[in-house]
């Protein structure tokens, strides 16, 4: 233990937290895509909004309360785990509801966004975009002048297949993140404790020298 501990330790520094990064993007991008394709007057659109809002939100104010209490910082971080989980079965239901496929873990498109590292909602929008007129001359048979015969309702439900699934990856990838740094709090709240414990360690090192 170091001989300086100092009472309340470096805490918040938030925005330096990939899985803080992550979870933003996922945000970003949900706000979108329910602004897009889900009625902003359901239920549905507000749900999904505040469990992406909540992923955030508690990451940042595990981080700040730190200081004081690992034991809330741990607590608030399986929140937003779980708010994202929760956000996951909402983007899940949306292509299940409408017979839209949902990737495989072996589908190479995820792989290509992780890659990626998008880095705002407008990369992600571009990569979509980029995708689907990728895909889209060889999505169907061609007829006599060359084009998809593709149904426009087919061809219309591509973007919200490709959407949905961007912001499940981006997802996929918060939780994982998420999955490290509570493993990480949860090993190190076992063998430190917490504001308790190093309360009574900064009192003791401090008799000890008088």
């Known amino acids: 233990m170091p001989s300086h501990e100092p009472l309340i330790p470096k805490h918040g520094g938030y925005r330096k937290l990939k899985s803080f990064q ?26 999904m909004v505040q469990a992406a809002r909540s992923g955030v ?58 890659s990626l590292r998008p880095a705002s909602a407008d ?30 309702s087919s061809i219309s439900s591509t973007f919200p297949e490709l959407a949905a699934n961007a912001a499940l990856v981006l997802i996929a990838v918060a939780c994982s993140l998420l999955d490290r740094q509570i493993a990480v709090l949860a090993k190190a709240f076992e063998q430190e404790g917490g504001f308790t414990e190093r309360m009574y360690r900064v009192r003791k090192t401090n008799r000890d020298r008088r």
Do not use: M
């Not at 929760?86 to 498109?109: G, H, I, N, T, V």
């Open 57 to 114: 939100q508690n990451i940042a104010e595990g981080s700040q309360a730190s200081g004081t209490s690992k034991k809330t910082e741990l607590k608030l971080t399986n929140v937003a785990r779980a708010s994202l989980e929760e956000l996951k079965l909402d983007y899940e239901d949306f292509l299940r509801q409408r017979s839209l496929p949902a990737w495989p873990r072996s589908d190479p498109r995820r792989t290509e966004l992780v």
């Open 123 to 152: 990369a992600v929008v571009v990569w979509v975009k980029t995708v689907h007129e990728r895909e889209g001359g060889r999505s169907g048979p061609s007829g006599r002048d060359g084009q998809s015969t593709k149904s426009t």
């Open 22 to 47: 992550v979870a933003q993007l996922v945000y970003d991008v949900t706000v979108r895509f329910c602004d897009r394709y889900i009625d902003r007057r359901s239920r549905t659109h507000d749900q």
